[in-house]
Every structure is written in structure tokens, then in C-alpha cells.
T-cell receptor, first 113, second 113 residues
Framework: KAGVTQTPRYLIKTRGQQVTLSCSPI?????VSWYQQTPGQGLQFLFE???????NKGNFPGRFSGRQFSNSRSEMNVSTLELGDSALYLC????????????FGPGTRLTVT | AQSVTQLGSHVSVSEGALVLLRCNYS??????LFWYVQYPNQGLQLLLK??????LVKGINGFEAEFKKSETSFHLTKPSAHMSDAAEYFC???????????FGKGTRLSVIA
């Protein structure tokens, strides 16, 4: 099976713009989680979607949003970008409803200037 | 609230030496514990996990970890370091399997020839 894919891999945006990142889970996986990774804060959970429904949400402002489509592909959107949003955004998928077996994609490196 | 502390943001060992990466967790209920590895420009790969049962867990690439409830620890070890082990290692905890993982800040492992 193909692994988790994320597009684009690298992105440069200007402060105030918005951005959409995409994640395609492993075939058959219904759950997608998003994480933000920064040198200062480490890995922080953004949100999780299971069968098109948001099931968990981390402590991030409303500028961060996401959705999941019927084919389990997921997108996350960040509006009104700030310099502090520069990070590696990781997507993870799993087949089961528990967090035991998550498979991570390579991430999207977002740079906000 | 759950938390994970990884002692040492950077550990350096000689090739062939013992690898010991420390992880202590805080959880009010029995935890599920994980170790992930991240190579440069890649996502996270699951090394091993503890959910229930045997407290000594063996993972991929010769790594193992022991769950010690009395010490609230889940340290990662490998008897003999290889150059290919150089990467960043993350310890993570959840307590129900249905709540998102909480990650430690990570430990960067360097292996010296």
C-alpha cells in the first residue's frame, strides 16, 4: 500500500495570506490527524477527523481549520497567516479508532515571511 | 493532564555503544506509551509501543523499551548504536487510545564513528 502523502512538501507564504494543505491517507484508513511541529513547541496536535467528522481538536486558534472528504482525504486551512505559523505540518492516518497505530506522512514545510 | 518529559535534547554516543534515551510520563490513569523516530525531512515512524501486557517491549531496528510504572518511565535502549540510528526520537503518551497523543520535545541522537 502507498503511504500517507502530503502536498505540497514545501510552501512559502506571506503574512496575512491563507494556505491549504492536503493529506491523502493510506488506502482504507478513515482517520486523519494533523500535527504542527516547531523547534520551540515540538509536536502539537491540531485536530482529527474520522469518517468526515471532527472528533478531537487541539488548542489552536480558529484560524486553523480542517475538513475531511468522503474518500478520507483531508485538508487543513490556515487563514491570516502569522510568522509563528512557520512549521512542519504533519498528517497521520490510521485504520482503527484508537491511536495505537498511526502512520505519518513526510509533512509540509510552511514558511511564512 | 498528560505530559511527557524527555531528558536530554541531544544525546551523542559512539558507534557500537549503548543507546539510552530517557522518557518520563505523567498520567493519572494507565498510559499507552510510544516511541517514534524521525529522520531528516521525513515524517515519524513508530519504533515500538506499550499498551498492555509485557512491560518489556521490543521494536524495530533492535530498539526496546521497558515500562516501569513505579518510576513512571519508558526509556528506550539499543545495545549497540549504528550510524543509521542518528535521528530524532520522540516519546508519546495517551491514556485511552481514543485521545490524541501527547509528545515529548524530542531527543536528537548523534552517533560518532
Amino acid at each position: 500500500k502507498a503511504g500517507v502523502t502530503q502536498t505540497p512538501r514545501y510552501l512559502i507564504k506571506t503574512r496575512g495570506q491563507q494556505v491549504t494543505l492536503s493529506c491523502s491517507p493510506i488506502s482504507g484508513h478513515r482517520s486523519v490527524s494533523w500535527y504542527q511541529q516547531t523547534p520551540g513547541q515540538g509536536l502539537q496536535f491540531l485536530f482529527e477527523y474520522f469518517s468526515e467528522t471532527q472528533r478531537n481538536k487541539g488548542n489552536f486558534p480558529g484560524r486553523f481549520s480542517g475538513r475531511q472528504f468522503s474518500n478520507s482525504r483531508s485538508e487543513m486551512n490556515v487563514s491570516t497567516l502569522e510568522l509563528g505559523d512557520s512549521a512542519l505540518y504533519l498528517c497521520a492516518s490510521r485504520e482503527q479508532e484508537t491511536y495505537e497505530e498511526q502512520y505519518f506522512g513526510p509533512g509540509t514545510r510552511l514558511t511564512v515571511t | 493532564a498528560q505530559s511527557v518529559t524527555q531528558l536530554g535534547s541531544h544525546v551523542s554516543v559512539s558507534e557500537g555503544a549503548l543507546v539510552l534515551l530517557r522518557c518520563n510520563y505523567s498520567s493519572s490513569v494507565p498510559p499507552y506509551l510510544f516511541w517514534y523516530v524521525q529522520y531528516p525531512n521525513q515524517g515519524l515512524q513508530l519504533l515500538l509501543k506499550y499498551t498492555t501486557g509485557a512491560t518489556l517491549v521490543k521494536g524495530i531496528n533492535g530498539f526496546e523499551a521497558e515500562f516501569k510504572k513505579s518510576e513512571t518511565s519508558f526509556h528506550l535502549t539499543k545495545p549497540s548504536a549504528h550510524m543509521s540510528d542518528a535521528a530524532e526520537y520522540f516519546c508519546a503518551v495517551t491514556y485511552s487510545g481514543n485521545t490524541p497523543l501527547v509528545f515529548g520535545k524530542g531527543t536528537r541522537l548523534s552517533v560518532i564513528a
